[in-house]
Structure formats: structure tokens, C-alpha cells
């Protein structure tokens, strides 16, 4: 059984499968909103898919909400690259990660164009730190100084339109202000974002605490099981120990 039918929802949640993502989740459902929880994928990922799924019928199941699959299905292999080889050859200059950022934003704009009467966009981020708020650890919030993306100290705070970092800042704004001519007044928001990841953790029901999907790496065991070697299942060890510690 649902919570609340899927015509009634309130605000955009976009769902990796990930502990940040779960955890907003659970967040939102306790200050009583009725979330479109979307899930973006490659068609040509089948599985890795199957993976996220496996985590998102789980959620669907304890939750009583729906998570939507949005599905690339594009007519080029490679998820919509031509030639790997020639786009690696530009992005492997950057020391940038290839982004999930600009996929799920997009998205989720597009999701909020649909449905008009929704102002809030919310999305997984944990700044706040590893095991303690300001440990330094987690994601990073990027300005440019001197023309350079450059890391800056974590808010201790949510983010939204008040206070992005350069990295999202003009991006978001793009697709905000986009919105705004159809009289959309909306804002993508990480509420949790100052939050540490053992505090997300500790959010998570038990039953749901093991069916997150971190890992970056899944080829290295055939897709079995999480690799247990990238730094995504790395850092989620290092919580999972904490936990059981106590801490
Ligand atoms: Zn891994």
C-alpha cells in the first residue's frame, strides 16, 4: 500500500539509491511530504540497473512510497558517447569526476515542468563530514577562487538558492530561472547536506541500512557484490564500524 498517491506529491526527490539520497528520503516522509522520488538510469546498464532496483523495491516496500525510473534508452552504444576514447582524451586533463550532477538536475527540472505546482527539488549531499561534523571528509563544496575550482570549508547548514557553491550555482540558477518563466518559483535543496554520513546512517531504518547501493566499482566482482575497495565502499565501512562501535 502507498502512503499517498502519486498525483498528490509535493516535491522532487532525486533517488541514487545511496545512503544520502535514503536518508533525505526518510527525512522528507517524517516532516510529512509527499515526495516524486525519481531514479535516473542508462538503458545500456542493464546491470547495474537491476542493482538500484533491487534497492529501490526495498524502499518502495518499507517506505510505501514509488520510486520512477527515468531511462535513457539512447540509439549509440556507450550511453550516448560515440567515441569514449576522444571524450576521455578531453576530460582525462580535468581532475574533475564525470558528473551524475547535470544528469539527475536536469531531470529533475524537467520533472518540475511537469509538475508545476512544486517548489522544492531535493537531492542527497553530505558536506558535514565522515564520522563528525567538520572532520573534513565527504563531498565538496567547490568556489572559484583566482579562476580556479578551488575546495572551501563546509556551511553548517543546508544548501539552496540562498547559498549554492560555485560548482552547482550556475547550473541550478540556469534551470531555476528557466522554471521562472513558467511562473515556477522553485529551489534545489540538500537538507541534510551538514549532516556527517554516520549521522545519515543513524537515520536509516535497519531494514534499510544494508539495502544501499555506494559502490563505484561493481565490475571488479562481476556485479555480485560491492567491491569493497573504492573509496565509496571504503567510506561507507568506516561508518558502518563507527556505528557498531557506538560512536
Ligand atoms: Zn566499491
New binding site residues.
Given amino acids: 500500500m502507498n502512503r499517498y498517491d502519486i498525483e498528490d506529491v509535493d516535491c522532487i526527490l532525486a533517488f541514487s539509491g545511496g545512503m544520502d539520497a535514503t536518508a533525505v528520503l526518510q527525512y522528507l516522509l517524517d516532516n510529512g511530504k509527499k515526495p516524486y522520488i525519481f531514479h535516473h538510469q542508462w538503458a545500456s546498464n542493464p546491470t547495474i540497473n537491476k542493482l538500484v532496483r533491487k534497492a529501490s523495491n526495498k524502499v518502495e516496500n518499507y517506505y510505501g512510497v514509488k520510486v520512477v525510473d527515468w531511462t535513457h534508452q539512447v540509439e549509440a552504444n556507450n550511453q550516448g558517447f560515440p567515441n569514449r576514447n576522444k571524450s576521455n582524451e578531453h576530460y582525462d586533463k580535468l581532475n574533475l569526476l564525470s558528473p551524475s550532477l547535470p544528469k539527475w538536475s536536469a531531470i529533475a527540472m524537467m520533472a518540475n515542468y511537469n509538475m508545476p505546482w512544486i517548489n522544492e527539488i531535493y537531492w542527497g549531499m553530505c558536506y558535514g563530514g565522515m564520522l563528525k561534523r567538520g572532520d573534513g571528509d565527504g563531498d565538496k563544496l567547490m568556489n572559484y577562487v583566482d579562476g580556479k575550482l578551488t575546495r572551501i570549508p563546509p556551511y553548517e547548514k543546508p544548501m539552496d538558492k540562498s547559498n549554492y557553491d560555485d560548482r552547482h550555482k550556475q547550473l541550478f540558477n540556469g534551470y531555476l530561472q528557466w522554471l521562472e518563466m513558467f511562473n515556477i518559483d522553485s529551489n534545489y535543496i540538500a537538507p541534510l547536506g551538514h549532516y556527517s554520513k554516520l549521522e545519515l546512517y543513524k537515520m536509516l531504518p535497519n531494514d534499510i541500512k544494508d539495502s544501499i547501493v555506494?559502490?563505484?566499482?561493481?565490475k571488479?566482482t562481476k556485479y555480485k557484490s560491492?567491491?569493497?575497495?573504492?573509496h565509496?565502499?571504503?567510506e561507507l565501512d568506516k561508518v558502518k564500524q563507527a556505528y557498531a562501535a557506538g560512536l
Fill in positions: 555506494t559502490c563505484i566499482n561493481y571488479k560491492e567491491c569493497g575497495s573504492c565509496k565502499c571504503k
